[in-house]
């Protein structure tokens, strides 16, 4: 039978245009990570551009490791080894840089803005983009630390569980057993990829996702993150995916998603927040609807969320398996503000003066 899955959301503020000077600049992000939205919001407010915002604040998750989930020293793949994902998007001229499955390397997200700003490429990973990272000036330094290499440690005592492998494709049996792993002769294409899949939380599968809109409208966002902890060597997930870790779009708004990448990016959810807002849905109906494509179309246990936010400093969320919390700034609010969405809660606009 086909799993049932309870859409969780909440929380769209709106505005028009008349209270745009109390709505502008916003600065949004997924999770409680509050160090990460004041620094990107003092940027702006000490003149800094979208981007440079966008980089500072993410820079602060990389330096404080967000729950384990965001830098060096955390999710461990089947190896031992942290690698680290990143993307900056410009909404004004929809320049993009992304860096995947990066190693040795801890500022993930300004090599990022480096490949966005230096050259004519999208998207470098692995061993190359650690060499261009190193070109562009910045240091080689583990991603390892201690504390990761003991969780790798109890992984593999646990007999390597939880993890990403499909049982009846490989041997030995991944549900059991660590590996090396080698492929079953003739394996049947009815092996079903979908199914159980590691229970997800904010400490062992995460993202900072960012979207920044200036006190002009111009919009900007990035992600940054280790990935998912006990992934197999080589997995690059949603969050350097253009329209899937995070997307913008110029005049419109922009949207970013944490959770279960590789089923999220399968559905682009970020580019369809954005055509959907284009199309005139709110921010959280937008975000809202996305997931509920996902949740339609993947026959799977599905956790994910997305935080989305148009041009005019409207602004919303929408989650599915899972609590979620985002933290926004603006004007009216004042502060950075930590938002948490529960579980089975139902769909609601608020003015910012109700939260």
């Given at each position: 039978?086909?799993?049932?899955?309870?859409?969780?959301?909440?929380?769209?503020?709106?505005?028009?245009?008349?209270?745009?000077?109390?709505?502008?600049?916003?600065?949004?992000?997924?999770?409680?990570?509050?160090?990460?939205n004041?620094?990107?919001?003092?940027?702006?407010?000490?003149?800094?551009?979208?981007?440079?915002?966008?980089e500072?604040?993410?820079?602060?998750?990389?330096?404080?490791?967000?729950?384990?989930?965001?830098?060096?020293?955390?999710?461990?793949?089947?190896?031992?080894?942290?690698?680290?994902d990143?993307?900056?998007m410009?909404?004004?001229?929809?320049?993009?840089?992304?860096?995947?499955?990066?190693?040795?390397?801890?500022?993930?997200?300004?090599?990022?803005?480096?490949?966005?700003?230096?050259?004519?490429?999208?998207?470098?990973?692995?061993?190359?983009?650690?060499?261009?990272?190193?070109?562009?000036?910045?240091?080689?330094?583990?991603?390892?630390?201690?504390?990761?290499?003991?969780?790798?440690?109890?992984?593999?005592?646990?007999?390597?569980?939880?993890?990403?492998?499909?049982?009846?494709?490989?041997?030995?049996?991944?549900?059991?057993?660590?590996?090396?792993y080698?492929?079953?002769?003739?394996?049947?294409?009815?092996?079903?990829?979908?199914?159980?899949?590691?229970?997800?939380?904010?400490?062992?599968?995460?993202?900072?996702?960012m979207?920044?809109?200036?006190?002009?409208?111009?919009?900007?966002?990035?992600?940054?993150?280790?990935?998912a902890?006990?992934?197999?060597?080589?997995?690059?997930?949603?969050?350097?995916?253009?329209?899937?870790?995070?997307?913008?779009?110029?005049?419109?708004?922009?949207?970013?998603?944490?959770?279960?990448?590789?089923?999220?990016?399968?559905?682009?959810?970020?580019?369809?927040?954005?055509?959907?807002?284009?199309?005139?849905?709110?921010?959280?109906?937008?975000?809202?609807?996305?997931?509920?494509?996902?949740?339609?179309?993947?026959?799977?246990?599905?956790?994910?969320?997305?935080?989305?936010?148009?041009?005019?400093?409207?602004?919303?969320?929408?989650?599915?398996?899972?609590?979620?919390?985002?933290?926004?700034?603006?004007?009216?609010?004042?502060?950075?503000?930590?938002?948490?969405?529960?579980?089975?809660?139902?769909?609601?606009?608020?003015?910012?003066?109700?939260?």
């Amino acid at each position: 039978m086909r799993p049932v899955f309870v859409l969780l959301l909440v929380l769209a503020a709106h505005c028009n245009a008349a209270c745009s000077d109390d709505k502008l600049p916003l600065v949004l992000n997924t999770w409680s990570f509050l160090d990460a939205n004041i620094a990107a919001t003092e940027t702006l407010l000490t003149g800094g551009s979208h981007i440079d915002a966008i980089e500072t604040g993410c820079s602060v998750c990389e330096v404080e490791q967000c729950d384990g989930s965001v830098g060096y020293g955390g999710s461990p793949d089947e190896l031992g080894n942290t690698t680290l994902d990143a993307m900056i998007m410009n909404g004004e001229t929809h320049d993009v840089g992304s860096v995947g499955c990066l190693k040795d390397i801890r500022s993930a997200i300004s090599v990022a803005r480096k490949v966005m700003e230096t050259t004519k490429h999208t998207l470098l990973v692995g061993d190359d983009a650690t060499n261009f990272a190193i070109q562009m000036g910045f240091t080689r330094q583990s991603s390892e630390t201690n504390h990761s290499l003991d969780l790798w440690a109890q992984w593999k005592s646990a007999n390597c569980q939880p993890n990403y492998r499909v049982p009846g494709t490989v041997i030995p049996n991944p549900s059991v057993s660590c590996g090396p792993y080698s492929p079953v002769p003739s394996i049947a294409s009815t092996v079903p990829r979908s199914g159980s899949r590691p229970t997800l939380n904010r400490y062992n599968h995460d993202t900072i996702g960012m979207i920044v809109v200036d006190a002009k409208g111009q919009i900007g966002c990035g992600t940054t993150t280790n990935g998912a902890s006990h992934k197999i060597p080589g997995r690059v997930g949603d969050s350097p995916i253009v329209g899937a870790g995070c997307y913008v779009q110029k005049g419109v708004g922009g949207a970013a998603a944490t959770g279960d990448g590789d089923i999220m990016m399968r559905f682009l959810p970020t580019y369809q927040v954005v055509q959907s807002m284009a199309a005139g849905m709110s921010p959280g109906d937008a975000a809202t609807d996305a997931l509920v494509r996902i949740v339609k179309g993947c026959n799977c246990t599905f956790q994910g969320a997305l935080v989305a936010a148009s041009v005019d400093g409207t602004w919303g969320a929408a989650t599915n398996g899972f609590n979620f919390s985002y933290t926004v700034y603006n004007p009216s609010l004042g502060t950075s503000t930590v938002i948490y969405v529960n579980n089975n809660m139902e769909h609601t606009d608020r003015e910012n003066k109700d939260i």
